[in-house]
């Protein structure tokens, strides 16, 4: 990906062993306000788009007609680990509209969760589409799919919900989409640049319940304001133990919304400063964008650095598996400046 600015260095023996490079945007109250690499380069967002999928669900007063909750808002939006409670949550939404896994368009994939693969073995049971990182954004395509009427096959391209998807991410993004791929959950995944990304970002920071008249907002900035606090509120259920979207959510404790996406993608939204942030790791490499939105992060004065759950991403020792000190990661001089 060309014009990627170096971000994050990994040393080992003293010695650097590996550097990642990439794309940033904080896009504020004004417009973009910092920017690494190109703004402009047009990305797959994959997961890290999932609010912006479950928009329509919520903004179309679906969701209030269902009495959906913030757990199941959470989860509409994750990326979990199949774990007992995701599987649990999952399983009981579809019975309450009155479908069961077979109408999910997921697949099956082994639950990332250990216990729950463990308890599998030993049960000598299958995975099964609930288990599936992406079945809660699923009971949510399924949940405004039966309101629309519309046809089972939800994840093609021109059904209603996809199209109705395509729209609103054009529109919170302020920019025509570039192109689309299917996700590894089947869905379509619209490409916009990573400036576009922090856009939308910055629009559900912004957005509120109510005006400071009082007055309620509009049907958009309502449910974008659902959303992003049912994030903060269930961070267990964006991700799961362990991994950077919770732990990191915790550390800052509720005051960010926080995900990603396959292919090093990140996005956070910050309500209290009304801004968003776009990133995107050119190599694809986790480890890299995990450590570059911690770095993010913390120049914007929302994580400590020196938070265990930031450290563990970035600044911290890396260690083998004897526990010996084997290197670490820090940023790249530049990023974030």
């Given at each position: 990906?060309?014009?990627?600015?170096?971000?994050?260095?990994?040393?080992?023996?003293?010695?650097?062993?590996?550097?990642?490079?990439?794309?940033?945007?904080?896009?504020?109250?004004?417009?973009?306000?910092?920017?690494?690499?190109?703004?402009?380069?047009?990305?797959?967002?994959?997961?890290?788009?999932?609010?912006?999928?479950?928009?329509?669900?919520?903004?179309?007063?679906?969701?209030?007609?269902?009495?959906?909750?913030?757990?199941?808002?959470?989860l509409a939006c994750a990326s979990h680990q199949g774990?007992?409670?995701?599987?649990?949550?999952?399983?009981?939404?579809?019975?309450?509209?009155?479908?069961?896994?077979?109408?999910?368009?997921?697949?099956?994939?082994?639950?990332?969760?250990?216990?729950?693969?463990?308890?599998?073995?030993?049960?000598?049971?299958?995975?099964?589409?609930?288990?599936?990182?992406?079945?809660?954004?699923?009971?949510?395509?399924?949940?405004?799919?039966?309101?629309?009427?519309?046809?089972?096959?939800?994840?093609?391209?021109?059904?209603?919900?996809?199209?109705?998807?395509?729209?609103?991410?054009?529109?919170?993004?302020?920019?025509?989409?570039?192109?689309?791929?299917?996700?590894?959950?089947?869905?379509?995944?619209?490409?916009?640049?990573?400036?576009?990304?922090?856009?939308?970002?910055?629009?559900?920071?912004?957005?509120?319940?109510?005006?400071?008249?009082?007055?309620?907002?509009?049907?958009?900035?309502?449910?974008?304001?659902?959303?992003?606090?049912?994030?903060?509120?269930?961070?267990?259920?964006?991700?799961?133990?362990?991994?950077?979207?919770?732990?990191?959510?915790?550390?800052?404790?509720?005051?960010?919304?926080?995900?990603?996406?396959?292919?090093?993608?990140?996005?956070?939204?910050l309500p209290d400063q009304r801004r968003g942030i776009?990133?995107?790791?050119?190599?694809?490499g986790t480890r890299g964008a995990e450590a570059a939105?911690?770095?993010?992060?913390?120049?914007?004065?929302?994580?400590?650095?020196?938070?265990?759950?930031?450290?563990?991403?970035?600044?911290?020792?890396?260690?083998?598996?004897?526990?010996?000190?084997?290197?670490?990661?820090?940023?790249?001089?530049?990023?974030?400046?």
């Open positions: 990906m060309p014009d990627a600015q170096p971000m994050v260095e990994l040393w080992r023996g003293g010695l650097p062993e590996n550097r990642h490079a990439g794309h940033a945007v904080i896009w504020g109250p004004g417009g973009i306000e910092a920017a690494w690499g190109d703004p402009g380069a047009v990305i797959l967002p994959r997961s890290s788009s999932k609010m912006i999928q479950a928009l329509p669900l919520v903004e179309t007063g679906v969701a209030g007609v269902l009495g959906l909750t913030d757990a199941q808002l959470a774990a007992a409670r995701h599987v649990r949550l999952a399983g009981d939404w579809l019975a309450a509209i009155g479908l069961g896994e077979s109408d999910l368009r997921c697949g099956v994939h082994e639950p990332h969760d250990r216990d729950e693969r463990d308890r599998l073995i030993r049960a000598g049971q299958d995975p099964c589409q609930l288990h599936n990182n992406c079945s809660g954004k699923h009971c949510g395509f399924l949940s405004l799919t039966r309101h629309l009427k519309a046809g089972p096959e939800y994840v093609e391209l021109d059904h209603p919900l996809q199209v109705m998807i395509r729209q609103t991410t054009e529109e919170v993004a302020g920019e025509a989409v570039a192109g689309w791929g299917i996700d590894g959950c089947s869905a379509p995944s619209f490409a916009v640049t990573v400036a576009g990304l922090a856009r939308a970002m910055a629009g559900f920071a912004a957005a509120t319940a109510a005006t400071e008249a009082g007055e309620a907002g509009d049907a958009r900035s309502r449910a974008m304001h659902r959303l992003t606090r049912a994030m903060a509120r269930h961070p267990e259920l964006v991700a799961g133990e362990g991994r950077a979207c919770t732990e990191l959510m915790r550390a800052m404790g509720g005051r960010v919304a926080l995900k990603t996406g396959a292919e090093a993608v990140f996005v956070a939204i776009a990133l995107k790791i050119a190599d694809g939105i911690t770095a993010l992060l913390v120049r914007a004065g929302v994580l400590a650095a020196e938070h265990p759950a930031a450290l563990r991403r970035l600044g911290g020792p890396l260690t083998n598996w004897r526990g010996r000190t084997t290197g670490r990661m820090q940023t790249a001089p530049g990023f974030p400046g």
